[in-house]
């Protein structure tokens, strides 16, 4: 999985919150609009206390929104990540508008399969990607040839959302019982919030069972849910087989 990369394009999380909760304490101090820029100014690169964050409060955290561009991930996981996501907004790479006839076997290879089972999966992968090209090649059309693209295909993926949306999808596919392909790109997620927000806000996007009691009743998957320090490269590209 070495080749999904993730990167936060822009968000406002750290002062957000701090800046609109004293909005709304500091209101006989702000006579002007520059008494309000400077109220923003001050609090807008701050980090939130955690006392703050811990606050029911849902308002201030709903204004906080942040956009994050993900490579490399297969169709499958895309499919994944959208569903049960509420408030998120997705754009990705289109089967339909684009053609991928130029790049040499795009597709993802799942973990978990034998030497010969890989083989196999790879063999498949080349058969079709070589019948995806012939096809487009002889009709021109994209959106018909994409039909013959499977759920392996790389893409790339935008996700924009508020900090309650960002939180309920995150908590919810870091779940162990997810695949391992969506589990991984969520942690690299969080390592990116780390590194541009405070790390209580990755802390609250964690699986209910790190903090409390899953909620997945006779599903649950019985393994509390442990963020890993480092992440694994596991899954092999198709483009590194000779």
């Known amino acids: 999985m070495d080749k999904i990369k993730v990167k936060i394009l822009q968000q406002n999380f750290n002062g957000m919150p701090l800046f609109l909760a004293k909005l ?3 209101g006989s101090e702000i006579n002007s609009m ?4 400077k109220l923003y100014e001050e609090n807008i690169d701050k980090q ?3 006392a703050l964050m811990k606050l029911p409060h849902s308002t201030i955290f709903r204004m906080c929104e942040m ?5 490399g991930l297969s169709t499958k996981a895309v499919s994944q990540l959208r ?10 790479t289109s089967t339909q508008y684009s053609e991928f006839t130029n790049q040499e076997m795009p597709y993802v290879i799942p973990e ?5 089972q890989r083989d196999k999966f790879i063999k498949a992968c080349k058969k079709v990607h070589k019948s995806y090209i012939e096809l487009y090649e002889t ?8 039909y013959l693209l499977p759920q392996s295909l790389r893409k790339c993926l ?5 900090f309650p949306a960002w939180q309920y999808m995150l908590s919810l596919r870091l779940c162990n019982r997810n695949t391992r392909e969506v589990q991984y790109i969520c942690e690299l997620i969080l390592d990116e919030m780390d590194k541009q927000c405070c790390k209580e806000w990755s802390e609250l996007c964690l699986p209910n069972c790190v903090n409390g009691q899953c909620k997945e009743g006779k599903f649950c998957c019985g393994k509390k849910y442990k963020r890993p320090e480092t992440k694994n490269n596991e899954e092999e590209e198709l483009t590194n087989e000779n």
């Open 158 to 162: 935008i996700i924009h959302g508020n």
């Open 67 to 71: 956009t994050v561009a993900i490579y």
């Open 34 to 37: 520059s008494d309000l820029m």
């Open 83 to 92: 569903t049960h996501a509420t408030r998120l907004t997705f754009v990705s």
């Open 139 to 146: 009709t021109g059309k994209k959106d018909e040839s994409g």
């Open 112 to 116: 978990g399969l034998t030497k010969e």
């Open 24 to 26: 709304t304490q500091r």
């Open 48 to 50: 939130p206390s955690k």
